[in-house]
C-alpha cells in the first residue's frame, strides 16, 4: 500500500499552507488592515529530462508504423484535469468588460486561462523540477461553483434536474451531462451529414476529430462535486477597477461576499485569493492607479497584478486588433448555446493587441508566482502532515486499528469516520478530503506517482467509511494515474520483468469497483462513462494494451442502454473499431511479435456502421466503412460482403442525386474489386432491390435466390390449408 | 436453449463449410435459434477471432485450441488442423470436452473429404453426405 511513499526533500516547514486574511472589520475602514502574504516565489531550474518529452519519444518509437493520435490521447488528461480559478469580480469591473464587448470580466479573461504562455516549471514532492509548456487554467466565475454544483440529499448526490434553471436563476451551462453531450454530437453528425465532410471553417468532421471533440466535451466544465476537488477553486481573482472611487473598501467587500457566496459546504474555503485593479487606459489616470497599486502591493504581496485594458470597444478593422480565441474548453451545454444564437452577423469578439498582451501577463503571472507556489506548498504541507500519517507502518495500524473498532461497535464506527453520511460528503477539513486534495493537486500538477499513492492509500479509507462515490473516484483515479505512470516509463522498462510492472489486468479490480459504485450504487451514468472513456483512451496510447482498452470500451456499450444514449453509442462502437486500428499491422516489439487486429478492427467498424445507418445517418456509414473493404476486399466470404454491401446500398440509394457523390464511389468501387462474378451476382441482386429495369441475367437470378423463400412460405401455407 | 454456428474456415479466410444447429441436450430439437440480425453477425464474429487464433496457434502445441475469443455472450472455440484449415463454433455455453470430441470426429470427416481426388484444399464443401454427418456429430455431443 505504502509502496510509492515519498518523503519530500525538502526542509520540513512548519509554515502551513497560508492565505491572505480578510481585512478585518474591526480595523479602522479608512485604513484597513490587509496582511501581508508570506509567499515567495520559488521556482526551482532543475532541468530533469521532463515526462512529457520522454512520454512523447516512447510513444513515437513505439507508434511509429501506425496512426495515433497518442500526442492528443496523453496529454488529454493533463489538459483536462487543470487547476480552476474563480473570478469574483466589483460591479465596475464587470461593467469594464461590457464595454469592450464581453459579458462580464470572467468571459474576458476566459480564453486566455486555457494556455499558459511560456513554460511552467513545477516542482513535485520529491523537490525535482519538471517543465511544461502546456499547462492551464480554467477561469470560473464565483457563482457558476454554486450553478455546477451537485447538490447533495440523502439518498445520495443527484443530478441537477436537466430542463431547470439553476440557483441563480439562469440556464444551466455546466458540463456533466449526458443528455447535453448526445444533442451536441447529434447536431455535429448532422452537419458532417449535410456537408458530406466538407471541411468548414476548418473543422474537420471526420470521426476521429467529432470523437476527440466529445471527449473535450465531456470533460469541458465538469461539475463541481464532493468526491473530486478538481473542480474547487485553488484560488480567487478579486478584481476591481480603476473607475472605483473607494478601491480599498470595494477590496474589502469583495472580500466579503466572496465569502458569503453559498458554495456548497463541501467546498473548501481556504483558496488563495489573487488581487486584480484592472485599470482603465482610456478613462483615468495612470499615476492614481500606480499608487493604488503600490498600496496593495505593500498589502498583499506578490499577490496581486495591475492590468492595463482600454476600455473603449474593439473591431475587427482597427488598428492592432486582434481576434479573441475561442475558448476550447466550454460545455456541450454551453456549445448548443452558442449555436442556438450563432448567426453569421455577429463580428468575432476583438480586442486590442496590447490588451490581449496584458490579459496574457496577467494569466501568467499568476500562474508562475502564486497559483504554482501555491499549490506546491500545499501538497508539501499536506504530504507532511497529513499523508505521511497514513502511510508506512504506523498508518496502516491507524487504518487496522479503525476498522477493528468500526465492526466491533457501530457507535465507536461512527465516531471515528469523519464521513457525514447525511450529506454523503466529508466536511473539507477532515483528514480524508485533505488528502483527496493533496492527491488532486499533485495530479494537478502532474507529480502522478504521489497522486497514485495517494489514492491508493484513500481508497481503503473511504471503503471502510463506506463513501461509496469517494471510493469509486478514488479508485477510478488511482487506475488512471497507474496508466499514466506506466505509459510515461521508458520503454526497457516496460519490457523487463520487473515485479512492478504495469499490466492491464491489474486495472480490473479497481475499475470493476469503480463501475459498480458508480452505476449500482451512486446511479451517475456520467461520472461511470467519464472512467471507462478514460481509460480506454489511456489504454489506447499503448500497442501493447490494446485488447484491454477496446475490452472496456465494449464494457461501456455492454450497459449502453442505461448509459449512453444512441449516438454516443455509435460513437463509441467506433472508437472499439479505433482502439484496434492502433494494431491495424503487427507489431514487432523486443520480446514477441504482436499480431495484428486488423479483423477485429473491421468487424466493429462494420457493427459501428450498422448503428449509423439505423439512425439514417449515410455519411457516417460511408465513412466509417471505407476502411474494411483493404479487410474484406480480399475475403471471399459472400455472407460478409453481402451485408455490407446492404450497409451501402442505404446510402447508394439516395447518391445518385449528387453528382460529385457518385464520382466518388467511383473511385471507391474501383479501389475494392478484386472479385470476380460473386461481385457482379452482388450488384445484379442490388439492383433488382432497386427496382431497376430487369435483363434477362438479373431475371434469372431474381427467380433463383430472392424469390426462393416467399415460395417456400407460399408452399407451406398450402400445405397447412390442404 | 443454445445455439451453435459452426464453419470451416480455409487458408485464405474463406469459408469452406457452415452450419448452424442448436443443442440436442435438454430435449432441444436441434434447430438453431439465432436471430436474424444475430445470424450475419456470427460470420462476423468468427471471422474476428482469427485474429486471435493467429496470435495464440504459434504458443499452443495441442489443435484444439478451446475458446479463443468472446464477443458480448458469444464463445468462440478453434480447432486448428494441420494444414491450416480452421474449425471455428461459436457456442453460448462452456463445454470444453463436448467440444473437443466434437471437433476431433469433424476433423475425421475433413480429412476423409481431402483425401477425395476430386477435392482440393480450399474448395468448398458441397457433399450432403458431409453435411448429414456434421450434423450427425452434433447431435451426438452437443
Avoid at chain 1, 499608487?291 to 505593500?298: A, G, H, I, T, V
Avoid at chain 1, 451501402?648 to 471507391?668: C, H, L
Avoid at chain 1, 441482386?685 to 417456400?712: I, M, N, Q, T
Amino acid at each position: 500500500m505504502s509502496s510509492g511513499f515519498h518523503q519530500p526533500d525538502r526542509p520540513r516547514s512548519a509554515n502551513h499552507p497560508s492565505f491572505p486574511q480578510p481585512p478585518s472589520s474591526s480595523s479602522s475602514n479608512h485604513h484597513p488592515y490587509l496582511r501581508s502574504s508570506t509567499f515567495r516565489a520559488n521556482s526551482s531550474v532543475t532541468s530533469l529530462p521532463n515526462l512529457l518529452t520522454r512520454q512523447s519519444t516512447l510513444s513515437g518509437t513505439l507508434t511509429a508504423n501506425y496512426p495515433v493520435d497518442s500526442e492528443h490521447t496523453s496529454t488529454l488528461l493533463q489538459h483536462a484535469f487543470v487547476p480552476h480559478i474563480a473570478v469574483h469580480a466589483s460591479d465596475d469591473t464587470n461593467e469594464l468588460a461590457r464595454d469592450k464587448g464581453f459579458e462580464d470580466f470572467k468571459e474576458l479573461l476566459r480564453p486566455y486561462g486555457e494556455t499558459v504562455t511560456g513554460k511552467i516549471n513545477i516542482r513535485d514532492s520529491q523537490g525535482h523540477g519538471q517543465t511544461y509548456d502546456d499547462f492551464g487554467i480554467r477561469i470560473t466565475g464565483m457563482w457558476d461553483l454554486l450553478d455546477d454544483g451537485i447538490t447533495t440529499s440523502n439518498n445520495g448526490p443527484s443530478l441537477r434536474p436537466g430542463g431547470g434553471l439553476t440557483a441563480t436563476g439562469k440556464i444551466p451551462t455546466g458540463g456533466g451531462n449526458l443528455d447535453d453531450l448526445e444533442r451536441l454530437m447529434a447536431y455535429h453528425v448532422d452537419r458532417a451529414e449535410e456537408t458530406k465532410g466538407v471541411m468548414i471553417n476548418g473543422e474537420d468532421s471526420s470521426g476521429q476529430s467529432m470523437y476527440r471533440l466529445f471527449l473535450r466535451r465531456m470533460l469541458s466544465r465538469m461539475p463541481v462535486s464532493p468526491h473530486e476537488t478538481f473542480t474547487h477553486p485553488v484560488a480567487c481573482i478579486i478584481a476591481i477597477s480603476s473607475r472605483n472611487p473607494h478601491p480599498i473598501e470595494a477590496l474589502r467587500k469583495l472580500y466579503d461576499s466572496g465569502n458569503q457566496v453559498p458554495i456548497p459546504l463541501y467546498v473548501s474555503r481556504d483558496y488563495l485569493r489573487y488581487y486584480v485593479l484592472v485599470h482603465d487606459d482610456d478613462r483615468d489616470d495612470f499615476e492614481t492607479s500606480s499608487r493604488l497599486f503600490d498600496q496593495m502591493k505593500k498589502h498583499f504581496g506578490l499577490h496581486c497584478h495591475l492590468l492595463r485594458l482600454r476600455s473603449t470597444q474593439t473591431i475587427v478593422s482597427d488598428d492592432g486588433a486582434v481576434v479573441v480565441p475561442q475558448c476550447r474548453w466550454i460545455s456541450a451545454a454551453e456549445e448548443l448555446q452558442m449555436i442556438k444564437h450563432d448567426d453569421d452577423l455577429t463580428p468575432p469578439k476583438c480586442l486590442y493587441d496590447t490588451d490581449a498582451v496584458a490579459l496574457k501577463t496577467l494569466v501568467r503571472e499568476m500562474v508562475l508566482q502564486s497559483i504554482i507556489p501555491f499549490m506546491e506548498r500545499c501538497v508539501s504541507t499536506w504530504n507532511d502532515q497529513v499523508a505521511s500519517k497514513r502511510r508506512g507502518i504506523s498508518g496502516k495500524f491507524f487504518s487496522l486499528s479503525r476498522r477493528y473498532l468500526g465492526t466491533s461497535s457501530s457507535s465507536s464506527r461512527s465516531s471515528s469516520s469523519s464521513y457525514d453520511s447525511y450529506t454523503s460528503s466529508y466536511p473539507p477539513h477532515t483528514p480524508e478530503a485533505t488528502m483527496r486534495k493533496l492527491a488532486d493537486y499533485a495530479f494537478m500538477l502532474r507529480d502522478f506517482k504521489l497522486a497514485h499513492s495517494t489514492y491508493d492509500v484513500l481508497r481503503s479509507d473511504y471503503q471502510s467509511d463506506k463513501a461509496w462515490k469517494y471510493h469509486a473516484a478514488s479508485q477510478e483515479m488511482t487506475a488512471l494515474t497507474s496508466i499514466l505512470l506506466s505509459n510515461a516509463q521508458p520503454l526497457h522498462h516496460q519490457t523487463s520483468s520487473s515485479s512492478k510492472q504495469f499490466k492491464p489486468a491489474s486495472l480490473e479490480p479497481l475499475l470493476d469497483v469503480a463501475c459498480y459504485s458508480y452505476l449500482s450504487r451512486c446511479r451517475d451514468r456520467f461520472a461511470f462513462t467519464r472512467c471507462i472513456l478514460l481509460t480506454v483512451e489511456l489504454l489506447r496510447t499503448n500497442a501493447n494494451y490494446v485488447d484491454a482498452a477496446a475490452q472496456y470500451a465494449c464494457r461501456a456499450l455492454d450497459i449502453a442502454t442505461i448509459t449512453l444514449p444512441p449516438v454516443l453509442t455509435a460513437f463509441v462502437t467506433e472508437r472499439v473499431a479505433d482502439c484496434y486500428a492502433v494494431r491495424a499491422s503487427p507489431v514487432y516489439s523486443s520480446t514477441s511479435l504482436i499480431k495484428s487486429r486488423r479483423r477485429k478492427m473491421a468487424m466493429w467498424k462494420v457493427l459501428a456502421a450498422e448503428k449509423w445507418a439505423d439512425m439514417g445517418k449515410r455519411w457516417r456509414v460511408r465513412e466509417v466503412l471505407e476502411g474494411v473493404d483493404a479487410v474484406y476486399g480480399s475475403v471471399e466470404w459472400e455472407g460478409l460482403r453481402r451485408f455490407i454491401e446492404s450497409l451501402r446500398d442505404g446510402w447508394e440509394g439516395e447518391a445518385g442525386d449528387d453528382g460529385s457523390e457518385t464520382v466518388r464511389q467511383g473511385t471507391i468501387r474501383a479501389s475494392d474489386v478484386v472479385q470476380t462474378e460473386e461481385k457482379e451476382e452482388l450488384g445484379v441482386k442490388k439492383h433488382v432491390r432497386k427496382k431497376s429495369s430487369l435483363g434477362p441475367l438479373e431475371l434469372l437470378d431474381f427467380g433463383g435466390s430472392e424469390l426462393d423463400l416467399p415460395l417456400a412460405g407460399e408452399g407451406s401455407d398450402s400445405f397447412i390449408q390442404s | 436453449m443454445s445455439s451453435f454456428y459452426f464453419v470451416i474456415l480455409g487458408t485464405k479466410d474463406n469459408p469452406l463449410y457452415e452450419a448452424e444447429f442448436g443443442t440436442f441436450k435438454q430435449g432441444g430439437d436441434g434447430v438453431s435459434r439465432f436471430r436474424e440480425e444475430q445470424r450475419h453477425m456470427n460470420q462476423f464474429i468468427a471471422h474476428a477471432s482469427l485474429d486471435i487464433v493467429e496470435e495464440i496457434q504459434w504458443n499452443n502445441q495441442s489443435m484444439y485450441l478451446k475458446v479463443v475469443d468472446k464477443f458480448y455472450g458469444v464463445l468462440v472455440s478453434c480447432f486448428l488442423t494441420a494444414g491450416n484449415i480452421k474449425f471455428l463454433l461459436l457456442h453460448e455455453v462452456k463445454s470444453e470436452d463436448a467440444i473437443r470430441n466434437f471437433f476431433t470426429d469433424v476433423y475425421d470427416l475433413y480429412t476423409k473429404t481431402l483425401m477425395n481426388p476430386f477435392y482440393s484444399v480450399n474448395q468448398t464443401i458441397t457433399s450432403p453426405i458431409f453435411d448429414q454427418r456434421v450434423k450427425q456429430v452434433a447431435k451426438k455431443y452437443l
